[in-house]
């Protein structure tokens, strides 16, 4: 490959530097291929021929951990089907806990640069308080930065609020206030309302994704934002004005603007899966900075400046009591992994030392 073709590879499918310098070999960079989708075994991979038109090629996976938006390397290619050989390694990645695979976390998206986290407006307030759970925005937002990708919230379908301009203003500054600083936009995929402003943050070159509970309306502003009926999308119930689920898989799709779009299934929640502390609360850790005690926890202990500054008013109650929710989940699951991965190196040692014992029993045996 050449210096034209990486700057093609850069420029329709989001190759960054850091993946250039995993390509280099003595022979000069390898031929690098963006997972587009990904099914059980195989993988659907983008690339481009040596006279620069994009091909599309499937590919099988093996054991190897593939999720869409990676960079991957193929080897036998034959007959439009390769084998994964290596993955290069992510520079952003967005994972959720899963209760059922023993804490570990799964893998939704990699190599991110924007999350645009949806959620939808209710057609009355009791509705409205329950749609836009600073809570649960407050999961989201901490599983986006955990991984290295930037935040924005997407407020959709404030056409069915009445709200006028100056309301929703306020409300947006409140919320981003509320949310320690991550920026808030509002949007109405059906009325055509705030895609501009979305617009203008799909850059080319740059990969976003969609995420966000089921019947939001992300495939709603994904249609809307593509100029075309890509995404399936269901009917609104009167009595939430929620919409159905309709996208079944996660699927990079390039846009007009030249970005990189990955739409996901909807999710209830993401159980925040961290190594060590908790993302997406820089305010507090700022004041946790002031604290007596390194190892406050922000519980009892005399001299804490992150309670002074919640009795002062200064920082939302609500705000640290999620970041304590998030905290002992993401403690739970750390617990869990390591637990599973104690009962697995167990299981190994079983395996070895009943074959040191067959070993033995064949020497000895007459």
Not at 239 to 244: E, I, L, N, Q, V
Request: charged share 30%; aromatic share 4%; net charge neutral.
């Amino acid at each position: 490959m050449n210096t034209e073709a990486l700057a093609l590879y850069e420029r329709e499918l989001g190759l960054r530097p850091v993946f250039i310098q995993q390509l280099m070999t003595g022979d000069g960079p390898q031929r690098p291929w963006r997972v587009a989708a990904v099914e059980r075994g195989a993988c659907t991979v983008l690339g481009f021929d040596e006279d620069g038109a994009l091909i599309e090629r499937r590919a099988r996976t093996g054991a190897l951990p593939v999720a869409v938006g990676d960079w991957v390397l193929l080897a036998r290619v034959e007959q439009d089907v390769g084998q994964v050989e290596r993955v290069l390694e992510r520079a952003t990645w967005l994972r959720r806990g899963s209760a059922h695979h023993e804490g570990h976390g799964q893998l939704i998206a990699a190599n991110l640069d924007t999350v645009f986290i949806v959620v939808a407006f209710a057609e009355t307030e009791k509705l409205e308080r329950r749609s836009l759970r600073a809570r649960r925005l407050d999961r989201f937002v901490s599983a986006v930065k955990e991984g290295g990708a930037t935040p924005v919230v997407v407020l959709n379908k404030v056409d069915l609020t009445g709200r006028e301009e100056d309301e929703l203003a306020a409300l947006r500054a409140e919320l981003t206030t509320r949310l320690g600083g991550v920026e808030v936009l509002c949007a109405a995929a059906l009325g055509h309302r705030g895609l501009d402003a979305l617009a203008e943050r799909l850059v080319p070159g740059d990969t976003v994704a969609f995420i966000g509970p089921s019947g939001v309306g992300k495939s709603s502003l994904i249609n809307a934002l593509l100029g075309q009926e890509r995404q399936g999308v269901g009917g609104v119930r009167a009595r939430d004005a929620k919409g159905k689920h309709t996208t079944t898989r996660r699927e990079l799709l390039r846009m007009p603007s030249g970005a990189l779009l990955i739409d996901t299934p909807g999710v209830r929640e993401f159980a925040v899966l961290s190594d060590e502390g908790v993302a997406g609360f820089e305010d507090i850790d700022a004041l946790a900075q002031r604290c007596r005690f390194s190892d406050c926890a922000h519980d009892t202990e005399p001299g804490c400046a992150v309670r002074a500054a919640v009795e002062a008013r200064d920082l939302p109650a609500e705000r640290l009591e999620s970041y304590r929710d998030i905290e002992r989940d993401a403690q739970r699951l750390r617990g869990r992994q390591d637990a599973y991965s104690r009962h697995l190196e167990h299981l190994e040692q079983r395996k070895f030392g009943r074959m040191v014992q067959s070993v033995k029993a064949l020497k000895n045996k007459p």
